[in-house]
């Protein structure tokens, strides 16, 4: 059992051929394909690979590409889970379930939607913006005041790259900060958003309506966007209804936690 890893500059055509198009979470896959993120490649032979496996370093989503054999797929993980806990997503008919280690921690399940018309349909949240708020889009200095903008700001190197690669957008009173919406990198001119409310301002309509700006934002520059959440995160997945996305995907989750 041959396993290498390789640097994003390693990568080949050939190897990206190996993998699927159509993965649940898309960019996380192709962004560190494309080296757009940071992540971590194996394969048997960097230049006539037979199979491939990439994790991303943000939530450790792996994804299997060709033919890896499950003695391989094991050893992997297990190598993996010594740095950090290991998410593998896979559609609800995967064959691939099979490939995968029986001992699973944990087994979720989660909704990617996707085909939302674009210029369509968020004219009523960008004009609901309550009377004593305002909409901004994130600069350096709103951005580490956000639930998640320090990670992302962190994870992405520093304020500089963070600026050319994400956005933010933020709905406040006064300096407080109600709910935030934000993308990371792009990949092929897609990305995923995600949206914070702080648990006080929940229930309100704040999360649709800062999300919205936000995807306004990205197809006026000719982006597209897909969401996707637990299943169980109703509100959420409320969320990406009310934006008008009209295709929905479930698939599951399988965790294993790092070892200690």
């Known amino acids: 059992m041959t396993i290498q890893q390789i640097q994003a500059n390693d990568v080949t055509a050939t190897y990206r051929a190996l ?8 960019t996380r896959l192709r962004s560190v394909l494309t080296g757009v993120t940071e992540g971590k490649l194996f394969t048997d032979d960097p230049l ?6 990439v994790q991303e370093s943000f939530d450790g989503c792996i994804y299997l590409g060709g033919t890896p054999e499950p003695a391989t797929i094991v050893s992997v993980i297990a190598n993996l889970r010594r740095e950090c806990m290991v998410l593998a997503p896979l559609w609800l008919n995967d064959p691939r379930r099979d490939l995968l280690p029986n001992a ?4 979720s399940f989660s909704i990617d939607f996707y085909d939302r018309p674009l210029g369509e349909g968020l004219v009523p949240y960008l004009h609901a913006v309550p009377a004593d708020c305002t909409i901004r889009r994130a600069d350096r200095e709103l951005i580490m005041r956000t639930e998640w903008g320090p990670g992302d700001v962190d994870h992405h190197g520093g304020l500089d790259a963070w600026e050319q690669q994400c956005i933010c957008f933020c709905l406040l009173r006064g300096e407080e900060i ?9 990949v092929d001119r897609l990305r995923e958003p995600g949206v914070f409310t702080q648990e006080a301002h929940r229930g309100k309509g704040y999360g649709t309506l800062v999300a919205a700006h936000l995807i306004h934002h990205l197809e006026a520059l000719g ?3 897909y969401w996707s959440c637990d299943s169980e995160n109703y509100a959420s997945a409320g969320i990406g209804r009310k934006l008008g996305y009209r295709v929905e995907k ?6 294993w936690s ?3």
């Open 104 to 107: 699973v921690g944990e087994e």
């Open 178 to 186: 109600l709910s935030e919406a934000s993308v990371g990198p792009g």
């Open 250 to 255: 479930g698939f599951r989750v399988l965790a």
């Open 258 to 260: 790092k070892v200690s």
């Open 223 to 225: 982006e597209s966007t």
């Open 19 to 26: 993998f699927r198009t159509d993965e649940p979470h898309p």
């Open 48 to 53: 006539n690979p037979t199979w491939g496996i």
